[in-house]
């Protein structure tokens, strides 16, 4: 198994930026797919970027251009550089790690972002 903690979220006005960290309790060398999600209120969890070993990328539509998601293999962490804010990206983003040949799921706990107007 594969703990994860989030970091980073917090209160910003629109148009500012913020880095979320995800910390692994493990070598993220050969984990699958590392992700990053969110869920606002009343909303289903919706994916937001994804990086696999191989460091591809992709991205909701929405957050095209303005968030990065970026991998350091020594640090045991996976990053979220978001700029451009907007309100719209208010929500509680959670890690994910899926690794193993029975593609496990790992969640963390939960960082809230919120983005005032």
């Known amino acids: 198994q594969v703990q994860l903690v989030e970091s980073g979220g917090g209160l910003v006005q629109a148009g500012g930026s913020l880095r979320l960290s995800c910390a692994a309790s493990?070598?993220?060398?050969?984990?699958?797919?590392l992700g990053w999600y969110r869920q606002a209120p009343g909303k289903q969890r919706e994916l937001v970027a994804t990086?696999?070993?191989?460091?591809?990328?992709n991205y909701a539509d929405s957050v095209k251009g303005r968030f990065t998601i970026s991998r350091d293999n020594a640090k045991n962490t996976v990053y979220l550089q978001m700029t451009s804010l907007k309100p719209e990206d208010t929500a509680v983003y959670y890690c994910?790690?899926?690794?193993?040949?029975?593609?496990?799921?790992?969640w963390g706990q939960g960082t809230q972002v919120t983005v005032s107007s």
């Open positions: 493990r070598s993220i060398f050969s984990i699958n797919t």
């Open positions: 994910n790690a899926q690794y193993g040949f029975l593609l496990t799921n790992s």
């Open positions: 990086i696999t070993t191989g460091d591809s990328t």
